[in-house]
């Protein structure tokens, strides 16, 4: 009686703590749009464009997976500038999955209004953890950082914020492989940051962390091969985010 006793409070207490290793997050994510704005038949963007673009992600999460993409009713952007010129932007409907247990990751990317997926296996990040802490959301939250290259060929600087109150490798985009969820990130020192603002954890429904499985599949090497064929087609004009421009009144 007293070993099967023991055995309902161990797995009582492995259940409790999976459920705080569930839940959903809710980011901002603010992009500098001048910092590469476009320059069109000589002329600068940056004059016509609002500075900064902000908009709303969420990440679902359990010990063993999770899956980011756009906020439902998020999926189009208005801003304005100084000059009443409204822009409507809408986000392609882009979900990355991580599977942790068998380090697999999935991409669900939309480009030039078609899906494709790309599977891969889940890369090691050189992530150089400091001890500086920082509070986010109301979780204390231990700095990262390190260095990649984003598609395009060019150097990014990364700085990351994550809590080992909720030790889930994962964080915003494809961003994770810390001891801890990312609440916080920061690209080229404001370029593009995401900071969480609200965590729930509770126990997720059954579709809220589904695997994504539209679309053509393919490579990671493939896809990008595709994209820079299409931007050259374009003339160099993005083919992922659609932007609507309308005058003032």
């Known amino acids: 009686m007293k070993k099967l006793l023991i055995l309902i409070v161990l797995a009582l207490v492995s259940k409790g703590l999976a459920l705080a290793q569930e839940g959903v ?4 994510q603010k992009t500098n ?3 590469n704005a476009l320059v069109v038949n000589g002329q600068d963007m940056r004059s016509m464009m609002p500075e900064f673009r902000i908009n709303k ?5 359990n010990a063993n997976e ?3 993409k756009n906020l439902e009713d998020e999926s189009t952007d208005e801003v304005s500038n100084n000059n009443g010129m409204t822009f409507r932007m809408v986000r392609p409907k882009n979900e990355t999955y991580y599977n942790f247990k068998e380090g697999q990751r999935i ?3 939309e480009f030039m209004a078609k899906k494709f997926l790309i599977k891969g296996e889940i890369q090691q990040t050189p992530w150089k953890v400091s001890g500086e802490m920082e509070e986010v959301a109301g979780y204390n939250c231990m700095k990262a950082t390190m260095t990649d290259t984003n598609p395009n060929g060019d150097i990014r ?3 990351a914020w994550f809590t080992t109150d909720i030790p889930v490798a994962a ?3 494809t961003f994770g492989s810390l001891p801890g969820l990312i609440l916080k990130l920061d690209i080229n020192e404001g370029e593009t940051v995401y900071t969480a603002l609200s965590i729930d954890k509770r126990p997720l429904k059954k579709d809220e962390l589904e695997v ?3 679309g053509k599949e393919m490579t990671e090497e493939e896809f990008r091969a595709m994209m820079e064929e299409q931007m050259k087609q374009m003339g160099g004009a993005g083919g992922g985010q659609r932007m609507i421009i309308r005058g003032g009144q």
């Open 212 to 214: 994504p499985s539209k």
């Open 66 to 68: 999770s899956l980011y």
């Open 157 to 159: 600087n990364i700085v």
């Open 171 to 173: 964080g915003p985009e």
């Open 33 to 35: 749009m001048h910092r």
């Open 107 to 109: 991409q669900q990317r």
């Open 25 to 28: 997050v809710i980011y901002e």
């Open 57 to 61: 992600m969420q990440l679902f999460f």
